[in-house]
């Protein structure tokens, strides 16, 4: 890896801002991506003289942190601090893979509570000498357009979470900082959420920029839209995806290989190879679905599916050539959607679901299945926050970008888009058709 060797010799702060790194992105970017496949857990003294300390609030089971682990492997760069989640679970999977300390916290105590921020920074290393990246991807589930009851109470919750990791940026200054959502999270419903937070961030000096990207323009071998938000104290460029929709992975690209197993029944030498053991009646539903992307057929399995618009994708089945749709924490049930394996009687298994999230196999879940769904489901794929890592340290370590270079970038999202979830991924996708 000499080809990186310059960008090795400035990660100290002293050096950055001296040289245009910009160049790597690409390469970088794939040798990450290919170091990712083969991350198994790590102890802490694999990171522990990296120069840049990295903190992961609402850190689930470290999807995002799991790209800036894969960078390390080429560029040794970020002390992982810490992943902090509400969930214990979630904070032991993280704790687990990465050799840090458990910590199962509420971000909001660690924000307000007088001492407690104090505290949680001394008890995970924290150097305030040395650069730091704060993640706050905070939960997704209350912005999703899914979501249609008690509004105002879950309003006040998600506004909370917001604000408390805009108060914990304001507290720790970081060099940079990073933030996952869904797509709804930039439109007009909740653009007040977003513009609080930024007013905050901008107060305190960082250049806020924000897009949404589609993880399948990233490697992910499947359909996700995403908000991304990216604060610097500088100017910077935004991400930008590097594959087209002809070039996208696939889902026999992921899971094509896997040995074929029965509903219920675990492959013997993968425990996570296992899909739900479905009801009889359920898999007498599947068996009719033709293979390879079909849909239910009209009048097969429950009636009231049949009565009510918006069910098409329910007991479908995946296609093998294009990319899965949106992996959530309801994967493991096919009449959540279209969840049903491309020629096989069930529905997806836990490790199905963490390749079409691009996890590496090597990944360890801790907990019960429904858990591990959970935590598949819920987090940033490594293949997209791979590339966000790669564009993140060298935006960091670059000087300030040209104007050519900053209108080759994607451009930042300033007004709100449409509150529609179809309408915002209807013009996405239009958009990323017209480019050639």
Same mark, same amino acid.
């Given at each position: 890896?000499?080809?990186?060797?310059?960008?090795?010799?400035?990660?100290?702060?002293?050096?950055? !801002?001296?040289?245009?790194?910009?160049?790597?992105?690409?390469?970088?970017?794939?040798?990450?991506?290919?170091?990712?496949?083969?991350?198994?857990?790590?102890?802490?003294?694999?990171?522990?003289?990296?120069?840049?300390?990295?903190?992961?609030?609402?850190?689930?089971?470290?999807?995002?942190?799991?790209?800036?682990?894969?960078?390390?492997?080429?560029?040794?760069?970020?002390?992982?601090?810490?992943?902090?989640?509400?969930?214990?679970?979630?904070?032991?999977?993280?704790?687990?893979?990465?050799?840090?300390?458990?910590?199962?916290?509420?971000?909001?105590?660690?924000?307000?509570?007088?001492?407690?921020?104090?505290?949680?920074?001394?008890?995970?290393?924290?150097?305030?000498?040395?650069?730091?990246?704060?993640?706050?991807?905070?939960?997704?589930?209350?912005?999703?357009?899914?979501?249609?009851?008690?509004?105002?109470?879950?309003?006040?919750?998600?506004?909370?979470?917001?604000?408390?990791?805009?108060?914990?940026?304001?507290?720790?200054?970081?060099?940079?900082?990073?933030?996952?959502?869904?797509?709804?999270?930039?439109?007009?419903?909740?653009?007040?959420?977003?513009?609080?937070?930024?007013?905050?961030?901008?107060?305190?000096?960082?250049?806020?920029?924000?897009?949404?990207?589609?993880?399948?323009?990233?490697?992910?071998?499947?359909?996700?839209?995403?908000?991304?938000?990216?604060?610097?104290?500088?100017?910077?460029?935004?991400?930008?995806?590097?594959?087209?929709?002809?070039?996208?992975?696939?889902?026999?690209?992921?899971?094509?290989?896997?040995?074929?197993?029965?509903?219920?029944?675990?492959?013997?030498?993968?425990?996570?190879?296992?899909?739900?053991?479905?009801?009889?009646?359920?898999?007498?539903?599947?068996?009719?679905?033709?293979?390879?992307? !079909?849909?239910?057929?009209?009048?097969?399995?429950?009636?009231?599916?049949?009565?009510?618009? !918006?069910?098409?994708?329910?007991?479908?089945?995946?296609?093998?050539?294009?990319?899965?749709?949106?992996?959530?924490?309801?994967?493991?049930?096919?009449?959540?959607?279209?969840?049903?394996?491309?020629?096989?009687?069930?529905?997806?298994?836990?490790?199905?679901?963490?390749?079409?999230?691009?996890?590496?196999?090597?990944?360890?879940?801790?907990?019960?299945?429904?858990?591990?769904?959970?935590?598949?489901?819920?987090?940033?794929?490594?293949?997209?926050?791979?590339?966000?890592?790669?564009?993140?340290?060298?935006?960091?370590?670059?000087?300030?970008?040209?104007?050519?270079?900053?209108?080759?970038?994607?451009?930042?999202?300033?007004?709100?888009?449409?509150?529609?979830?179809?309408?915002?991924?209807?013009?996405?996708?239009?958009?990323?058709?017209?480019?050639?």
């Amino acid at each position: 890896m000499d080809k990186f060797n310059e960008v090795r010799l400035s990660l100290d702060k002293s050096s950055w !801002g001296l040289h245009d790194y910009r160049n790597y992105n690409s390469e970088l970017t794939e040798a990450t991506q290919i170091a990712l496949e083969s991350f198994s857990p790590i102890s802490n003294n694999t990171y522990e003289k990296n120069p840049i300390q990295l903190i992961d609030f609402f850190s689930g089971a470290g999807g995002t942190s799991l790209g800036f682990a894969a960078l390390n492997s080429i560029i040794p760069a970020f002390k992982m601090l810490g992943g902090c989640d509400i969930n214990e679970i979630s904070a032991s999977t993280y704790s687990h893979n990465f050799g840090t300390p458990i910590i199962h916290e509420d971000i909001t105590k660690l924000a307000y509570e007088d001492g407690r921020l104090d505290d949680f920074l001394s008890y995970v290393g924290y150097d305030k000498n040395k650069p730091i990246i704060l993640i706050g991807c905070a939960p997704c589930q209350g912005f999703s357009s899914h979501r249609k009851k008690r509004w105002n109470e879950e309003d006040d919750i998600r506004n909370s979470l917001i604000m408390a990791f805009a108060e914990i940026v304001k507290r720790i200054k970081p060099d940079a900082i990073l933030m996952e959502n869904v797509p709804e999270f930039l439109s007009k419903r909740y653009w007040n959420y977003f513009s609080a937070a930024k007013k905050c961030y901008e107060e305190n000096g960082y250049i806020i920029k924000s897009n949404i990207h589609n993880a399948a323009n990233f490697g992910v071998p499947q359909e996700r839209f995403r908000s991304i938000i990216v604060g610097i104290k500088k100017d910077f460029t935004l991400p930008k995806g590097y594959l087209l929709a002809n070039e996208y992975k696939t889902v026999r690209d992921a899971i094509g290989s896997l040995p074929p197993v029965a509903a219920g029944v675990a492959d013997p030498k993968d425990s996570m190879h296992k899909s739900a053991a479905h009801k009889q009646s359920t898999i007498d539903v599947m068996r009719q679905v033709p293979h390879n992307g !079909g849909n239910r057929p009209v009048g097969v399995g429950p009636a009231c599916l049949d009565k009510v618009n !918006g069910f098409s994708d329910v007991y479908g089945r995946l296609f093998w050539d294009k990319p899965s749709i949106t992996i959530t924490h309801y994967a493991r049930n096919p009449a959540s959607g279209r969840y049903t394996h491309p020629d096989q009687d069930r529905g997806l298994t836990a490790r199905e679901a963490a390749l079409l999230q691009s996890f590496p196999n090597d990944f360890e879940f801790m907990g019960k299945p429904d858990d591990i769904f959970r935590q598949i489901g819920e987090a940033v794929p490594p293949m997209l926050s791979a590339a966000i890592a790669v564009h993140l340290l060298i935006e960091l370590l670059s000087i300030t970008p040209s104007e050519e270079q900053l209108s080759k970038s994607p451009s930042s999202i300033e007004n709100p888009v449409s509150s529609s979830y179809s309408s915002v991924i209807a013009g996405i996708k239009t958009k990323g058709k017209a480019i050639k």
